[in-house]
């Protein structure tokens, strides 16, 4: 059975240049690093979400290379390929993309245990091992545990899709004895705890001697995540995620990059503030 392409809109096509370009700096830089000074170093390439290889443009209706293909044809080139979806067919149609190659090991399942158990222990810091990452779930269903495993290991980097549209429908809603209670569970599995509670809303005084809760800005409790990135996961490097809109300026979800390294953060920065001006943000 043929499988379905996800249909994509600009801003996810934005987010693929922003990969793309990012991943040929990722490869530069550390083929320049192994070249001088460490020649044991090898580099990986991860996609805990990576889907069928393509995408179909909503605004075009032409087939769009998908994180995993951009990833296959940059050049330098990484050492290793390791591509994981929950779905079998999309699994399976990658295996079919990336041919008999024995650099792309191919996982079905759920990302969370296959990045811990087989992946990241790949990307040992002392073996001069280093990861580009890319975290861009379809929901809000990544664990913690995954994003301060990347941190806590110094090598890898991530680029990360914070669904703060989803978040706001279902997890934080205004009332948040409203919000639906699965979507609030996966939402502190994402954040490792239930202090998001804390970040997203201020609790304001009333007539009556106690308080009621209201909402934070998306822009703030972002920050509160950047902040978590930092302080509990360890990343040295964070800037300022990039939000992605629609057409109505509602935004869709935050991407976040985090690194160990101050060069990985300016040379993100430069491409986050290229799209930002592209799009008058």
């Not at 073996?127 to 664990?143: E, F, G, H, S, V």
């Not at 090598?155 to 919000?179: G, L, T, Y």
Request: hydrophobic share 40%; proline share 4%; aromatic share 12%.
């Amino acid at each position: 059975m043929a499988v379905e392409h996800d249909e994509i809109g600009i801003w996810s096509e934005v987010k693929l240049a922003i990969i793309k370009k990012y991943a040929t700096a990722y490869t530069t830089v550390l083929e320049s690093q192994r070249r001088d000074h460490f020649p044991r170093m090898r580099w990986f390439y991860i996609d805990g979400y990576a889907g069928s290889g393509h995408h179909v443009s909503k605004t075009r209706g032409d087939l769009v290379e998908g994180s995993p293909l951009i990833a296959l044809n940059t050049k330098p080139a990484f050492h290793e390929y390791h591509f994981i979806d929950s779905d079998a067919g999309r699994a399976a149609e990658l295996r079919k993309e990336s041919g008999d190659r024995q650099d792309v090991f191919t996982y079905s399942g759920d990302c969370n245990a296959v990045l811990l158990r087989d992946v990241f222990p790949r990307a040992d810091y002392s073996q001069y091992k280093r990861a580009l990452c890319l975290l861009d779930p379809y929901n809000i269903d990544l664990k913690w545990e995954v994003i301060e495993a990347a941190g806590k290991s110094k090598s890898v980097e991530i680029f990360m899709n914070f669904m703060i549209m989803d978040v706001n429908r279902n997890a934080m809603r205004k009332n948040p004895d409203k919000s639906v209670a699965s979507k609030v569970a996966q939402m502190t599995r994402l954040w490792g705890d239930d202090s998001w509670l804390d970040a997203g809303y201020d609790q304001i005084p009333t007539l009556w001697d106690d308080t009621r809760p209201v909402k934070v800005s998306n822009e703030r409790f972002a920050e509160a995540f950047r902040q978590r990135l930092i302080k509990h996961a360890g990343f040295q490097f964070v800037p300022k995620p990039m939000p992605m809109k629609t057409k109505t300026n509602s935004v869709i979800y935050y991407l976040y990059f985090a690194s160990q390294k101050e060069a990985g953060k300016d040379i993100v920065t430069d491409i986050f503030d290229t799209y930002r001006a592209k799009q008058g943000l």
